[in-house]
Every structure is written in C-alpha cells, then in structure tokens.
Nanobody, 127 residues
Framework: QLVESGGGAVQAGGSLRLSCATS????????MGWFRQAPRLPREAIAT????????FYADAIQGRFSISHDTSTNTLYLQMNNLKPDDSAIYYC???????????????????????WGQGTQVTVS
C-alpha cells in the first residue's frame, strides 16, 4: 500500500516535499518513484529509483529542481520539489514495482506500464 502526503498550494518559486508511506515492501529489490498528471495531459514519470542503489532517473522538466530519496528506516519515499513553477501543477502519484534480480547498474523503471502499485495521488498547485 502506498499513501502519499505533502501536496498543497504554493506560489511559484516555493518548495514542497511529498512523502509516500509504504507498507509491504520489505526488501530493496524494488523500483519506486513519482509520476504526475496534469489536466488533459498524459501521466508522466518525474523521478524514479531502484532501492538497491544506482542513479535515479529524473525527467528533463524537473532536472535540477526536484530530488527523490528513500528512507530505509521508515520505508518512506520522498520527493523534494524546489523552485516550483505553474507547469508543475498536477496530481502526483507514488509508484512501486518489484524488481527481482535488478542491479544498481541498470536504469530504474520509468514507464507507466512498468508499475503495478500506485498511490491515490496528492494534488500540487503552483500559482
């Protein structure tokens, strides 16, 4: 189960930190990440990572402004969002997918079809 929190309304240039509380993920053989969907646009991957290590994936639109991280002690996934822009307004979804046999040398999953587990979403509005 994935439960997002931390969304809200913020002015352009501001920051938010999204959290995703996870249950049922007991090991590091998972890819996890964040997708977002703005009105009338397709859902897109924003940032993903493999819990076993390696480089995260970041979409070009948020490169240098957002940072994904995972706290193993609390099984919580984070998305730190800085210098927010109106175009960042969307519903943000936490995702997870088992990745048995994956290694830190691969690129984490970044396609919607690769993720089976989705949170309910949290709204981010930037004005």
């Amino acid at each position: 189960q994935l439960v997002e929190s931390g969304g809200g309304a913020v002015q352009a240039g501001g920051s938010l930190r999204l959290s995703c509380a996870t249950s049922g993920i007991a090991d590091r053989d998972y890819c996890m990440g964040w997708f977002r969907q703005a009105p009338r646009l397709p859902r897109e991957a924003i940032a993903t990572l493999y819990l076993g290590g390696g480089r995260p994936f970041y979409a070009d639109a948020i490169q240098g402004r957002f940072s994904i991280s995972h706290d193993t002690s609390t099984n919580t996934l984070y998305l730190q969002m800085n210098n927010l822009k109106p175009d960042d307004s969307a519903i943000y979804y936490c995702v997870a997918e088992p990745a048995p046999g994956y290694t830190e040398y691969g690129s984490p999953f970044r396609h919607e079809s690769e993720y089976s587990y989705w949170g309910q979403g949290t709204q981010v509005t930037v004005s």
